[in-house]
């Protein structure tokens, strides 16, 4: 059985950081996770994110997933699903690069 914690956030707080509630739970999720206090699956949960959308904003942040998961290691292992997700997301993505000059080759 899953239960939640809530806490509370002064709106001034929320409000001199200048973020949304989500984008304030993606950040606790992203340092939680490169301090090696969240396992990968944990923190993209708390993000509220995707497996493929977690992992491409590690990417733009210049956080290794490889790392946190290693960091991680001997407390929650990193889960087959969340792994499995991650590649079967990755596998229907398309990727179209744009026509350079929309014009053709000579």
């Known amino acids: 059985m899953s239960s939640t914690v809530t806490f509370e ?42 497996v493929w959308d977690f992992q491409q904003l590690l990417g733009h942040r210049g956080i290794s997933s490889l790392d946190g998961m ?4 001997g407390q929650e292992p990193v889960s087959i699903e969340d792994m499995n997700e991650a590649i079967q997301e990755s596998a229907s993505e398309t990727v179209r690069a744009p026509e350079a000059g929309g014009g053709e080759e000579a």
Do not use: N, Q, W, Y
């Not at 290693?70 to 290691?73: A, D, K, M, Q, Y």
């Open 9 to 50: 956030i002064p709106r001034e707080v929320l409000h001199a950081t200048r973020m949304s509630e989500d984008e304030l739970r993606r950040e606790l999720a992203l340092h939680l996770f490169d301090e090696g206090k969240l396992s990968f699956g944990k923190a993209r949960e708390l993000a509220g994110m995707s």
């Open 70 to 73: 290693l960091g991680h290691l």
